[in-house]
């Protein structure tokens, strides 16, 4: 699926400190800002001058984010965010390659611009949910959700701009057909054999990691689960729940980005917010028992 790579932005390692998660989302909005900033001084034509005005409208929204950051640092911590606080290198969200690949197309447009900094949005949501799941700290968690919304606000600003650009290329058709295309019945298939195999990964578990993993899925806790099962099962179901939890990840993620209407983008997003926190999870269990 289209947004399958999206899921491959989990952080390196949990957020410890307020100071670090401003140094990730400073560093983050600075490298936006001149990515976007390189390819806002093209050469301008007839054709391009349209994409240089995108590119340049990206890059003041980057730079005004950075300062944003900024401001919310100096409020909270008393200082400027600093990248020496940085423990590993935050998640390249808007990758260079990318915008490279764009830029030496034939068919770069308004359209695919605009397409690809919507991407780049929901990135940014999907990375930030991930920081969130994994915060031991409440102060973290709750500044890493404040900046998944804000990613997610950001998208659905673009979103509309996409659309216009779209029309205005005359594709009004594509984009409908797309979003005509729902996968909305395979997730509900796919949400309910995921339960089942939750629960039977579960039934091997300690007790207190069963109940982490329970609570952690949306399942109840004091639930009887039944006797122990296999190990080659439990492996077997610990497979198959993450894959359909990342299948599913992607198909809410899709269905928010051709959601048709306001209510249905936003069962969407909670849909895709709480699969994506779900899947950490999942990752995060699996990952401890492996070790």
């Known amino acids: 699926m289209r947004s399958k790579s999206l899921l491959t932005n989990e952080p390196k390692a949990a957020v410890g400190t307020m100071a670090e998660l401003y140094a990730i989302a400073f560093e983050q909005a600075v490298t936006a800002a001149r990515r976007y900033g390189k390819f806002a001084v093209i050469e301008s034509t007839d054709t391009l001058e349209p994409v240089r005005f995108i590119f340049e409208a990206l890059e003041r929204d980057a730079l005004q984010c950075a300062h944003e950051i900024s401001l919310s640092c100096v409020a909270e911590l008393s200082k400027l965010p600093d990248v020496t606080q940085l423990n590993w290198a935050p998640t390249d ?17 308004p359209y695919l611009v605009w397409a690809l900094a919507v991407r780049h949005r929901e990135r940014g949501f999907v990375f930030w949910t991930y920081i969130a799941a994994h915060a031991e700290r409440s102060a973290v968690r709750a ?3 404040d900046m998944a919304r804000e990613a997610l606000n950001g998208a659905n600003e673009l979103r509309r701009e996409r659309r216009l650009a779209w029309r205005s290329e005359r594709h009004v058709h594509g984009e409908q057909l797309a979003d005509g295309n729902s996968d909305i019945p395979l997730a509900a298939l796919l949400e309910s054999l995921l339960q089942k195999d939750i629960i039977e990964w579960a039934r091997a578990l300690p007790l207190v990691v069963r109940r982490h993993l329970l609570a952690a899925t949306g399942n109840d806790v004091d639930a009887p689960t039944p006797g122990s099962a296999q190990a080659s099962g439990t492996i077997d179901a610990r497979r198959r729940a993450i894959r359909r939890a990342e299948q599913l990840s992607s198909i809410y993620l899709d269905e928010a980005d051709h959601a048709g209407d306001q209510d249905q983008l936003e069962l969407t997003q909670k849909l895709a917010a709480r699969a994506i926190t779900r899947l950490a999870y999942m990752r995060t269990i699996s990952a401890t028992l492996a070790e």
């Open 93 to 109: 969200l808007i990758p260079a390659e990318e915008l490279l690949e764009l830029a030496c197309s034939s068919l770069m447009t």
């Open 143 to 145: 500044a890493a959700e």
